[in-house]
């Protein structure tokens, strides 16, 4: 029944998650809100199918009595080989190990080639480009306009001689601030693990479409921070001048496909998620991490109550 529970919910979510998540703009008021929404139901699905092929593999009894004898028993199955091989739980314990093994695969896979773009763009870096140091940013002699960060040890922000000449110093202020966000906020990560769910699974509807609004989300808050300190005519104005630039694939850009919507977020932003709004998102949050775990616990819970309080009635 666990078992059951926790595939239904894992396939229901994947289909319906992506349109709730996609509606409304409430996301770009408050796109940091929806960046932890996203990943948490990716994470979601994820450990509620690792949990469903697992809860095949285990007794009910063990399930019935919450999370630490599930996970004791699936210790005792994999090192002990107490409880019987049946086909329901050689299935459950192939699906989990493939899904968990697929998952790892495409992550260190994604990780290992952004790694080496990186490392490749930072040799170019070094020889082509001049640190300054009153911008905090590496400028490149190139006539187009670009300005992006490139995430490393450390993370560097590029700016080329080209944008420098289109834009005024307020706005070049601007952009680095919205670049040096991206590598405070290590968004290339985020980027990473959004890129590996969706090639491990390239057919779920979550994480395609996670991928596509993630990359979206990111830009966005950069934008936010950046508004705290610069003037948000000064960001739109930036964004103006880099839209037709095309920074590297591998990087985070200021300007790039989203750069008209987050113009207009600029120029006419829209109020902030009230404080019920985030409480109520955050409290989503929440349930989408804990909800998987909760339906393994939930059982133990209720053995756990009904044995007490069959005691206290014996007394």
Known sequence: M????????????????PRLLSRGAWRHRAPRLALALWQAAGASVVVSALLAGLALAVPASAIGHGLASFFEACALLLGEGEFTASPAALAGLAGSGLVAARIAYCAVAELLRARAERRRHAELLALLGRHDHELGAVVVDHDERVAYCLPGRPGQAVITTGALGSLAPAQVAA??????????????????GAAALRRAFPGVPLFSRAKVEITRLVELAADDVAARRHPRVQIAAALVGLATGRPPAFTLGAGGETALMRV????????????RERLAGLLAVGLLLTGPAAVVLVPGVGSFLAHHCHTLIML
């Open 2 to 17: 666990t078992a059951a529970l926790l595939g239904l919910y894992a396939v229901a979510a994947a289909f319906v998650l």
């Open 175 to 192: 952009v680095l601030a919205h670049e040096h966000a991206h590598l405070r906020g290590r968004h290339h990560l985020v980027l990473v």
């Open 264 to 275: 207009r977020r600029m120029l006419n932003p829209e109020a902030p998620l009230g404080r």
